[in-house]
């Protein structure tokens, strides 16, 4: 079948069963566009007779010079003179607003045309337009003027009549697909990529609008792309900035940073993530920005602290808003331990991030210069763990060279210092593949012979608490930080059992003893852990707010260690209290007091009032009431997973203000800083080898959208 055939073949199978005359006669159709924020979609409705006659209030846009009627007219046509582009807030009513922009041609660059705000919002269904100043409360009652009894255009032709797409279409397709990753080098992957999907959609929603057409006719040159890559992003960021600014000017969100350097061209950048948990309760993260570093400054803390208040007052700016200096003060930043990075963030408040201090731990524990050292009777007593492990590097190495590595079902991984976990995964790939390899070379394979295969079972049970507690907080898609008390329990209490283990001299003839190592590295591990991974009281406050564990007995009462996280909890809700006007003084004036006492200052009332003469028990109340509500949450019990905690904070607003806010605040810390080092995997894709000179602003702006894009998908 030639290509005129296929085309003929494609355009009967998706023509409708009315003809056009009939479609026209029965209802107006019409089409528009509209413009979301990652994606153009295509948009088919009916537009009623009587629809342009039922609106009779005529307004102006200043902006633009039409009047509503005109507006809405245009949209209905979908001409493109008018389109509507994805409104940010929180109110589920902005999933069935948008906002209406007005494309203005731009004679210097017709690729290019502006977008000019309108005074309007219009429903995305009936086109129906409402100022942009009109209330939530009214939006969400507005009611489309098309019936249930009235048909749209998607109950005739392609809705209604789509046909299944024959058999010799979809093997095309494959082979398409083929020729796309082959000629492009693309990854089979490519095709279920969100891009990919949406820009096909388009494709094909096109195609059926406006008929076969050249594809050349349709794609922009590159070099547009490329100009309105960072236009994109400078308007979406101005956006979300403007959006998270009141959140961080009210202390709601934290922020990770990290910096890394490209592979090629060897230019150091840094990337700020924010987190934060919006009005619905639900945790984000997103790439804030990502900036070159001058490649005549040194990384010292003094440079990189310029550097990043240049870059908040930068994204300031972009949002139009004041302050920048101040931004950087009510954020809570989790970053590494690098000694430029805590001396840059010194006067800020900032947490160290969990993840590292584990591998810190680890690092320190498999030092080589601890396993080596001698004891009192000048033996090496971990001098086995060091056999052990340079056996193990050494079976992997000869594995890879020699191509039997590919013979196993599970591939062998090496350890590699600056990777996490990758000691523990070395020993799991090792303990796995034995039966394979010795298929292979046999049960006397040489390399084998020196591996105890139970002081690496003993190994690998040693290490696992430290890869579950790691890969646990380095997530970012729910609350974390209050995991990091319990982590730290959790692997506290077990290298007290190896520290306690009671140990068998007896037998002479076990060549090593598996126990005194054990309890060796044990005894050093708690050594390290307490010294290395200091808590926060943001990590102590952080259990109080899982519900379970609001009694915090993983902590000392004899200490006095309970008494000192109530009370730094307390002080919290009392500023929270103060700051809402809520002070023991407007409790104070509002009690049946003697006419001739004198009034008390607001600061005399809060500092004094309980000793005042004269104060009654109802008074007393509604100045603790910060207390009460604390007393109600630790006496009632609760059983929150992980997954519950923001969905049961979100439910206590009403009852308990003060502690909804503490929560709010919080739990939007993440416990690692693994978001920032996340974009370090994105940008290696982003700066590759036929683009490694990339400009930054290009790097930023690529980064930003696809956090963008990614997490408003």
């Known amino acids: 079948?030639?290509?005129?055939?296929?085309?003929?073949?494609?355009?009967?199978?998706?023509?409708?069963?009315?003809?056009?005359?009939?479609?026209?006669?029965?209802?107006?159709?019409?089409?528009?566009?509209?413009?979301?924020?990652?994606?153009?979609?295509?948009?088919?409705?009916?537009?009623?007779?009587?629809?342009?006659?039922?609106?009779?209030?005529?307004?102006?846009?200043?902006?633009?010079?039409?009047?509503?009627?005109?507006?809405?007219?245009?949209?209905?046509k979908g001409d493109g003179e008018f389109i509507l582009v994805q409104h940010i807030g929180n109110s589920d009513v902005w999933k069935k607003f948008k906002n209406v922009m007005h494309i203005v041609p731009c004679p210097d660059d017709p690729d290019s045309p502006e977008q000019s705000s309108t005074d309007y919002v219009a429903c995305v269904s009936c086109m129906e337009l409402y100022g942009k100043t009109t209330s939530t409360a009214t939006l969400g009652r507005h009611k489309c003027k098309m019936t249930s009894s009235q048909n749209t255009i998607e109950t005739y032709g392609v809705f209604k009549n789509k046909k299944r797409l024959p058999s010799h279409v979809k093997y095309e397709t494959i082979n398409k697909c083929v020729k796309y990753c082959s000629l492009d080098i693309r990854p089979m992957s490519a095709i279920k990529g969100l891009g990919f999907c949406e820009i096909s959609q388009f494709f094909l929603d096109t195609g059926a609008k406006y008929g076969s057409t050249d594809l050349n006719d349709i794609l922009p040159h590159p070099t547009t792309v490329s100009r309105h890559i960072i236009s994109t992003a400078t308007k979406i960021r101005k956006i979300f900035?403007?959006?998270?600014?009141?959140?961080?000017?009210?202390?709601?969100?934290?922020?990770?940073?990290?910096?890394?350097?490209?592979?090629?061209?060897?230019?150091?950048?840094?990337?700020?993530?924010?987190?934060?948990?919006?009005?619905?309760?639900?945790?984000?993260?997103?790439?804030?920005?990502?900036?070159q570093y001058p490649s005549h400054e040194t990384k010292t803390g003094e440079n990189i602290k310029k550097f990043m208040i240049n870059a908040f007052t930068q994204l300031t700016e972009i949002a139009e808003?004041?302050?920048?200096?101040?931004?950087?003060?009510?954020?809570?930043?989790?970053?590494?331990?690098?000694?430029?990075?805590?001396?840059?963030?010194?006067?800020?408040?900032?947490?160290?991030?969990?993840?590292?201090?584990?591998?810190?731990?680890?690092?320190?524990?498999?030092?080589i210069k601890f396993l080596s050292h001698t004891d009192d009777s000048g033996s090496v007593p971990l001098q086995p763990i060091i056999h052990l492990l340079n056996e193990c590097k050494n079976l992997v190495k000869f594995m890879k060279i020699s191509g039997?590595?590919?013979?196993?079902?599970?591939?062998?991984?090496?350890?590699?210092?600056?990777?996490?976990?990758?000691?523990?995964?070395?020993?799991?790939?090792?303990?796995?593949?034995?039966?394979?390899?010795?298929?292979?070379?046999?049960?006397?394979?040489?390399?084998?012979?020196?591996?105890?295969?139970?002081?690496?079972?003993?190994?690998?049970?040693?290490?696992?608490?430290?890869?579950?507690?790691?890969?646990?907080?380095?997530?970012?898609?729910?609350?974390?930080?209050?995991?990091?008390?319990?982590?730290?329990?959790?692997?506290?209490?077990?290298?007290?059992?190896?520290?306690?283990?009671?140990?068998?001299?007896?037998?002479e003839d076990v060549e090593v003893n598996i126990d005194s190592i054990m309890k060796i590295l044990g005894n050093k591990a708690l050594t390290i852990l307490d010294n290395k991974f200091q808590l926060?009281?943001?990590?102590?406050?952080?259990v109080f707010l899982w519900p379970k564990f609001k009694m915090l007995k993983m902590f000392s009462e004899e200490n006095g260690e309970r008494s000192r996280i109530l009370g730094d909890i307390e002080l919290r809700l009392l500023k929270f209290e103060i700051e809402d006007g809520e002070k023991r003084a407007n409790s104070v004036t509002e009690t049946n007091i003697n006419s001739n006492?004198?009034?008390?200052?607001?600061?005399?009332?809060?500092?004094?009032?309980?000793?005042?003469?004269?104060?009654?028990?109802?008074?007393?109340?509604?100045?603790?009431?910060?207390?009460?509500?604390?007393?109600?949450?630790?006496?009632e019990n609760y059983d929150i997973s992980d997954d519950q905690i923001l969905d049961f904070w979100s439910k206590q607003t009403l009852r308990f203000p003060y502690l909804t806010k503490l929560?709010?605040?919080?739990?939007?810390?993440?416990?690692?800083?693994?978001?920032?080092?996340?974009?370090?995997?994105?940008?290696?894709?982003?700066?590759?080898?036929?683009?490694?000179?990339?400009?930054?602003?290009t790097v930023d702006a690529i980064l930003f959208l696809n956090s963008h894009f990614s997490n408003t998908k």
């Open 1 to 76: 079948m030639d290509n005129s055939q296929d085309r003929d073949l494609l355009d009967r199978s998706l023509s409708p069963v009315l003809t056009p005359e009939d479609l026209i006669s029965s209802i107006g159709s019409s089409s528009t566009q509209i413009l979301d924020e990652n994606q153009l979609y295509d948009v088919s409705f009916a537009s009623v007779s009587t629809i342009n006659s039922q609106s009779t209030d005529v307004q102006h846009a200043a902006s633009t010079g039409f009047s509503k009627i005109s507006i809405k007219r245009r949209l209905l």
């Open 241 to 291: 900035f403007k959006e998270v600014y009141s959140l961080i000017d009210g202390k709601y969100c934290a922020s990770t940073c990290d910096m890394w350097t490209d592979n090629y061209k060897k230019n150091n950048y840094m990337t700020i993530t924010i987190h934060f948990i919006d009005d619905q309760w639900l945790l984000h993260n997103r790439i804030l920005y990502t900036g």
């Open 321 to 367: 808003e004041n302050n920048s200096s101040e931004l950087m003060d009510n954020l809570t930043f989790v970053t590494d331990q690098g000694t430029n990075i805590v001396n840059a963030l010194r006067s800020f408040k900032r947490l160290n991030c969990s993840a590292h201090l584990i591998n810190t731990v680890l690092r320190n524990l498999f030092d």
């Open 404 to 507: 039997k590595n590919s013979q196993l079902s599970t591939v062998l991984v090496q350890e590699v210092e600056t990777r996490w976990n990758t000691r523990l995964l070395m020993l799991e790939s090792i303990q796995k593949s034995l039966p394979e390899i010795i298929k292979i070379h046999g049960e006397f394979f040489c390399r084998l012979q020196n591996i105890n295969r139970d002081l690496l079972q003993s190994l690998i049970t040693f290490l696992k608490i430290f890869k579950s507690a790691s890969d646990e907080l380095e997530g970012d898609k729910k609350p974390t930080i209050q995991k990091v008390v319990l982590f730290k329990c959790l692997i506290k209490n077990q290298l007290i059992k190896y520290a306690n283990l009671e140990i068998n001299n007896l037998d």
């Open 536 to 542: 926060s009281d943001v990590h102590e406050i952080a």
């Open 597 to 635: 006492s004198q009034e008390l200052t607001s600061k005399e009332a809060t500092m004094f009032s309980e000793w005042e003469d004269g104060v009654d028990e109802r008074a007393q109340q509604s100045i603790y009431k910060y207390k009460k509500e604390l007393e109600s949450y630790r006496e």
């Open 663 to 697: 929560a709010r605040q919080i739990l939007a810390i993440p416990a690692s800083s693994a978001s920032s080092e996340r974009s370090f995997s994105v940008a290696g894709r982003v700066i590759e080898q036929r683009r490694s000179c990339i400009d930054g602003s």
